[in-house]
């Protein structure tokens, strides 16, 4: 296995995970100012009153649907202003005589207590097994470059200075026995190279291999040589060179 798939693998786990959280998440949020706007409407409609009273948040809390808001929301008269806390109801009004009042529910619940109220037993799972799926890829790729000392050591491995090619497993390995990995590609150009002799290659052979279709990949090819340069130049001792514009040679570099 590869890091890459590792990688896509743990995110392919976390991210639904994370996504499905905060969507239960916010979901249970739309549903507790629901739930307070209804409460608040039905304590409208049994009485009017020109102040809150307990009789009347008594009523309120007997209407909520969600019991764990009846402990913690309070009626407020106010203003047909805005409330600075977001999380409430809607501004609801009554005449009580000549005299219109205005009043809002707050569900005064913390964001712990709304993620406690979502659902959330999938998206645990989730992220639980992205978690132990990264330590495990971890503890994986630690032990790798041990356990591949004794496969790159054969008689089918060919080495170009400090890059070696094991032809048994089809893979590169640098001289502290790790591997280097290669997009598909990248891979494909590198085998070129390892099997041509002198490690030198003909622009139009490889553009031709690679790209059998395309009339003209000279682009793509400088393209793809480009972005190997710098993987090899960080794994060994090897780098890749134009030869008056119709070859590419594979070379050690000169210490």
């Known amino acids: 296995m590869k890091p890459i798939a590792a990688i896509i693998v743990f995110f392919s ?13 916010a979901t249970t949020k739309e549903n507790i100012i629901a739930d307070v706007n209804q409460a608040l409407a039905q304590t409208i409609l049994d009485k ?28 407020s008269i106010c203003t047909e202003a805005p409330s600075n806390l977001t999380f409430c109801s809607d501004t609801m009004s009554y005449k009580v005589g000549n005299e219109r009042l205005y009043i809002r529910a707050y569900p005064n619940c913390s964001k712990a207590a709304i993620f406690g109220m979502s659902e959330q037993k999938l998206p645990s799972i989730l992220f639980i097994i992205s978690i132990l799926w990264g330590l495990s890829s971890i503890m994986f790729f ?11 050591i054969e ?32 891979h494909r150009l590198m085998q070129m190279f390892i099997a041509a002799d002198g490690n030198r290659l003909p622009v139009e052979e490889i553009c031709h291999t690679l790209w059998p279709g395309k009339e003209d990949a000279r682009d793509t090819l400088y393209t793809l040589v480009r972005r190997i340069k710098p993987v090899l130049e960080k794994a060994c001792n090897v780098k890749i060179e134009a030869e008056k514009g119709h070859f590419y040679v594979l070379k050690t570099k000169k210490s």
Do not use: C, H
């Open 48 to 75: 009017s009153t020109d102040r809150v009273t307990v009789d009347t948040l008594r009523v309120f809390r007997s209407k909520l649907k969600i019991d764990e808001l009846r402990a913690t929301s309070y009626l």
């Open 155 to 186: 008689s089918e491995t060919i080495s170009v200075g400090t890059l070696y090619f094991s032809k048994s497993s089809n893979r590169f390995w640098n001289e502290k026995r790790q591997e280097i990995y290669f997009t598909p590609m990248q």
């Open 142 to 152: 630690r032990m790798k470059p041990s356990e591949n000392i004794n496969n790159i």
């Open 13 to 25: 786990l976390m991210l639904p995970s994370l996504m499905l959280g905060f969507g239960n998440y």
